[in-house]
């Protein structure tokens, strides 16, 4: 199970903090990564990590602005994410899968339930 929080209203130019707890499992192995779906839109990702860390992806919108870790020992991965923008505004969603190549193409075994997250001007 995967348990997103720190989602919420902030000002456009804002930062927010999302984590993710995972439990009833371990996703150390797994590639752990987060999506989005903003209203009337597709659910895309929005950046990706490796089980060590070692590798990270980011889509084009957010480099610069968002940062993905984990915790492995805590089995939580969080994503950072500074000068937050209009298009920002979306549900976001923890995902995990054994394939940390699945997840950049948009594929993920184990979804959380999502958290939203709104920017205003």
Do not use: H
Request: with cysteine; net charge positive; proline share 1%.
């Amino acid at each position: 199970q995967l348990v997103e929080s720190g989602g919420g209203l902030v000002q456009a130019g804002g930062s927010l903090r999302l984590s993710c707890a995972a439990s009833g499992r371990t996703f150390i192995t797994y590639g752990m990564g987060w999506f989005r779906q903003a209203p009337g839109k597709g659910r895309d990702v929005v950046a990706a990590i490796s089980w060590s860390g070692g590798s990270t992806y980011y889509t084009d919108s957010v480099k610069g602005r968002f940062t993905i870790s984990r915790d492995n020992a805590k089995n939580t991965v969080y994503l950072q994410m500074n000068s937050l923008k209009l298009e920002d505004t979306a549900v976001y969603y923890c995902a995990a899968d054994q394939g940390y190549g699945s997840l950049i193409r948009g594929k993920s075994d184990y979804w959380g339930q999502g958290t939203k997250v709104t920017v205003s001007s």
